[in-house]
């Protein structure tokens, strides 16, 4: 079983920059396709971004593509979500999660076993 800790959120002015890490512990993240998802208050947790056990897959949101970068770095054991030109709306808890099953990226939550803490992310307009 793994561990997931988030880390790098924060409170930011509309346009600026965040990286979000997750940090894995218990077993090799190379077991796993990473997924980074978020919720805002009153609303349902959304699938924000993922990458597959090679890095060779990822797929995004259409609401964060060209702004979000996920990326992977297996001797780290870290997982990695680089958040430019944030907007007010990304204002939200996001959470990383780990699915063992897939050798590419799914968008659904029910597929995630493994779920961090997650970390809140706050931009002010």
């Known amino acids: 079983q793994v561990q997931l800790v988030e880390s790098g959120g924060g409170f930011v002015q509309a346009g600026g920059s965040l990286r979000l890490s997750c940090a894995a512990s218990?077993?090799?993240?190379?077991?796993?396709?990473i997924g980074w998802f978020r919720q805002a208050p009153g609303k349902e947790r959304d699938f924000v971004a993922g990458?597959?056990?090679?890095?060779?897959?990822?797929k995004y949101a259409d609401s964060v593509k060209g702004r979000f970068t996920i990326s992977r770095d297996n001797v780290k054991n870290t997982v990695y979500l680089q958040m430019n030109s944030l907007k007010p709306e990304d204002t939200a808890v996001y959470y990383c999660?780990?699915?063992?099953?897939?050798?590419?990226?799914?968008?659904?939550?029910?597929?995630?076993?493994?779920w961090g803490q997650g970390t809140q992310v706050t931009v002010s307009s």
């Open positions: 990458i597959s056990r090679s890095g060779g897959i990822t």
């Open positions: 218990g077993r090799t993240l190379t077991n796993y396709a």
């Open positions: 999660a780990a699915d063992p099953l897939a050798g590419w990226v799914s968008v659904a939550l029910s597929d995630y076993d493994y």
